[in-house]
């Protein structure tokens, strides 16, 4: 029976909710947007954002703006972090309305039907399993499970080095799905979740990849920014002049089914076998109690996927930096082989071994401070790793509206000389002492429910490879003809993950039983 009371009670809440809904109501209508340029009345500031290195100019207009710069391209709304507060603030802070993603018809074209967690919305109820998923599989226990893969093919890599050091970048890059990989992270990243070893640069699923990233490239150019613009466009008959896009699209869908399905049946016939490596993929098809049977394949095949797809991106970037600061910073160098040698003498470097060297831990922390592998998590014009508000919210006495796209600017943030002085110097130095500044590891992975789960392997991978480099080989400037340095460029790529372009280096063995030590 209903009493008094009851009713009390529920009337109160009524009023407090329909207080609340009204003062908020009325709270944003009269509070002002956050500040940018000024956009045209149609078109919005598509005019004004660039499409290379869209980050630098993010960050000069910060200083114009203020910490949020508010952008509209058509009838998107974009809001830039461009400082640490104002990121930790909405995207951990406030991550309960700051996870989602905005909505992508082309993503969805490209993509299919695939139910892939980098695009995935909060509000999918698969989204939380993936995120289980994915840490029970990548998390600081798991990672050290993984120590004899990342050793071997570290191994390997440090054997291709010495075999051609001229070729380095061929041996570091390798086209993928999304952005760069290198063949060793490829390799680590392959047996990591399928168990699978990669033999050669040939490699069948190394070879799918490729064919996966030009295909992605050919259906991804020119027209499908449009298509988020203005949603309409994906109705276009086929047959119309200039649709061709739409097929580029079915075909590319039908080679992602093929990148996500080929390594994880190869994997289950392996395990079905009893003879085969322990992977993330076999640890979760053996626990019967981690995921709902019915949709167990489905689950672990798209998180596998995403191990692979977007495993090696950070580890690439960084790895490729360090060669270039190497070269110009010889002084970081030697003083990070002289850690090396001081700990571990004669022997190659183990995962292990990361507590015990300070230094080389600082030099990694500066290396992705000073180059970061994505630095807006996107290109305000590619879709899918952006964050998306799921309500209308206030801060800072600005109003941002239900469905704004948010952008965290992670290079303006870790170039912030005011909580890294001189930002444009590389000093692994300020990560070390009683008073280090701030970790960039805490905003380079990304923030609250959408931080990358596999900080923890990068890093490690990261350590490992900086610190078998430095204590096998000298990285040194090119030389001229005549014998003098040549200053490498610093140029860069610009897209989802931001590396700097090849370069000209010298890789020369440190030891003369330098085979020995590597055990050729």
């Known amino acids: 029976m209903i009493t008094t009371a009851d009713l009390i009670a529920v009337s109160l809440a009524a009023v407090v909710v329909l207080f609340t809904f009204v003062y908020r109501q009325f709270t944003t209508q ?11 009345f149609f078109t919005g500031n598509i005019h004004q954002v660039p499409f290379t290195t869209p980050w630098l100019t993010y960050a000069s207009w910060s200083k114009i ?5 508010y952008l509209r391209i058509f009838k998107t709304r974009v809001l830039v972090l461009n400082t640490a507060k104002s990121a930790l603030d909405l995207l951990e802070a406030r991550s309960a309305i700051y996870s989602d993603r905005p909505t992508s018809w082309s993503t969805s074209a490209l993509g299919g039907k695939r139910q892939i967690i980098f695009g995935m919305s909060s509000q999918n109820r698969r989204f939380r399993i993936y995120r289980k998923a994915l840490h029970i599989g990548l998390n600081i226990r798991a990672v050290q499970d993984y120590s004899p893969i990342q050793v071997q093919e570290t191994h390997t890599f440090l054997k291709s080095l010495l075999k051609s050091p001229e070729n380095v970048f061929a041996h570091i890059r390798r086209f993928r799905f999304i952005g760069m990989s290198t063949r060793n992270a490829v390799a680590q990243i392959m047996k990591i979740s399928y168990g699978y070893q990669v033999e050669n640069d040939d490699d069948p699923f190394v070879r799918m990849i490729e064919d996966g990233i030009a295909l992605f490239r050919t259906a991804f150019r020119g027209f499908w920014m449009w298509i988020d613009i203005f949603p309409l466009l994906k109705f276009v008959p086929d047959w119309l002049p200039g649709a061709g896009f739409k097929r580029k699209a079915r075909e590319f869908s039908k ?12 994997a289950k016939n392996n395990i079905a076998t009893g003879n085969y490596t322990e992977s ?26 995403a191990l692979y797809i977007g495993g090696a991106d950070t580890t690439v970037s960084a790895i490729t930096s360090f060669f270039w600061l190497m070269s ?24 292990a ?27 305000v014009f590619i879709p899918g790793l952006r964050h998306c508000v799921t309500e209308d919210d206030i801060y800072e006495g600005y109003y941002i509206p239900k469905g704004t796209t948010i952008i965290a600017n992670i290079w303006a943030i ?12 590389f000093d692994p130095t300020r990560h070390l002492g009683e008073r280090p500044q701030v970790d960039p590891l805490k905003f380079v992975f990304g923030f609250g429910r959408r931080v990358c789960p596999g900080a923890h392997f990068a890093e490690s ?20 003809p005549d014998g003098r340095e040549i200053e490498p460029p610093m140029e860069w790529t610009s897209g989802v993950t931001n590396r700097l372009k090849p370069f000209s280096c010298r890789i020369t063995p440190r030891f003369k039983d330098i085979n020995g030590i590597l055990g050729m």
């Open 461 to 480: 991978s990261m350590f490992l490879t900086i610190a078998s480099v430095l204590a096998t080989f000298d990285i040194n400037k090119a030389l001229s």
């Open 353 to 379: 071994d990361h507590g015990s060297m300070p230094y080389i831990s600082a030099l990694v922390k500066e290396v992705v401070r000073w180059a970061p592998a994505a630095p807006l998590g996107l290109n």
């Open 280 to 305: 993330f993929t076999s640890k979760h098809l053996e626990d019967d109690m981690l995921l709902p049977t019915e949709e167990k394949d489905d689950i672990i095949k798209y998180c596998s996927a």
């Open 65 to 69: 703006y203020g910490p949020l710069v």
């Open 255 to 266: 080679k992602a089914d093929e990148i996500d399905q080929a390594p994880y049946s190869w």
């Open 30 to 40: 009269n509070l002002p947007l956050p500040p940018g340029p000024k956009p045209r």
């Open 328 to 351: 110009v910073y010889p002084e970081v160098q030697k003083k990070a082989q002289q850690e090396v040698e001081q700990m571990i003498g004669g022997r190659l470097p183990t995962p």
């Open 414 to 425: 870790t170039h912030d000389p005011e909580i890294y002085p001189n930002p444009s110097i």
